[in-house]
């Protein structure tokens, strides 16, 4: 493995993670001369450019955007960024900061090395050591899922319908039973029934005296959103 920065593969202290956090510890770190290396495993800030819907905006003031020397400047303090915006503001902290970074690099485990009282950084690109590590890998690595999710209470009907324009699905009644609207038809659900449902099919669901839940199958479609929901849908007695 070849290591930039003349080679090195020990530092002071090793980030990781490329994020406002990993770029504001990189800017303090700079400030007080201590040698380190930021690690991340995609591109820097990418989370506001890969991980935000295009109409996405700020949901805290313009004022309050404030990173290590980098402060909101613009002509909107009580605004709210949206994201472009944002990303051409963070894209200015990054220049800003100037990280000693490898982009790419995903860190795959951290150990201590307990002889040398240093730590072991292991990359898919090779090992790493370091004094302090300080993991800035962001928070939401785990996904929520809403309990409802889980299983649809007896009784409860979607409060929505939803179709895909593109995407095909394969539901299986995993347990209870329901029912469920395709268009303009109305189908008796129960445990181990299967279901194909072609793209612009519109599709509700009802749960049974004893709950219904589901597993739903698709292809991956990347990134796209082919779904379409609709409130309310579903509303009349039928
Ligand atoms: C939908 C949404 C809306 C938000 N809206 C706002 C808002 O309006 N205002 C606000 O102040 N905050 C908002 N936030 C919160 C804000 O985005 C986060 O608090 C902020 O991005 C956290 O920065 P971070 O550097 O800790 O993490 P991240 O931005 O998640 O960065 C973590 C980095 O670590 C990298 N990484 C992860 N694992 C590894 C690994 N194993 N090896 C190497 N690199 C790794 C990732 O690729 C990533 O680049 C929002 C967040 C979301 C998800």
């Known amino acids: ?80 960024m949206v994201k472009d915006q944002i990303n051409e503001w963070l894209a200015g902290f990054v220049d800003h900061v100037k990280a000693p970074a490898i982009e790419g690099v995903t860190v795959e485990r951290v150990s201590r090395d307990g002889e040398r009282e240093r730590f ?5 690109a090779g090992l790493y050591t370091a004094d302090q590590v300080v993991v ?24 929505f319908g939803h179709t895909h324009s593109q995407q095909e699905e394969i539901y299986v009644i995993a347990e209870g039973s329901g029912r469920i609207k395709l268009d303009d038809e109305v189908h008796d659900l129960r445990q181990w029934d299967i279901l194909r449902i072609g793209p612009g099919v519109m599709r509700n669901l009802e749960a049974g005296s004893d709950g219904i839940t589901l597993i739903a199958f698709g292809a991956p479609l990347g990134e796209e959103n082919d779904g379409e929901i609709v409130p309310g849908w579903w509303s009349d007695g039928e």
């Open 120 to 124: 072991n950084v292991q990359t898919d």
């Open 1 to 80: 493995m070849s290591h930039p920065y003349g080679g090195r593969s020990h530092y002071s202290v090793v980030i990781v993670g490329g994020g406002q956090a990993g770029l504001s510890l990189s800017h303090c770190l700079q400030q007080r001369g201590i040698d380190h290396l930021v690690i991340e495993k995609r591109s820097l800030v990418h989370t506001w450019r890969t991980q935000r819907w295009d109409s996405f905006c700020l949901v805290t003031p313009n004022w309050q955007c404030q990173l290590p020397g980098w402060s909101y400047l613009g002509s909107d303090p009580h605004g709210f």
């Open 136 to 159: 800035a890998s962001g928070g939401y690595h785990r996904p929520i899922v809403p309990r409802l999710a889980e299983k649809l209470p007896a009784g409860v009907r979607t409060p």
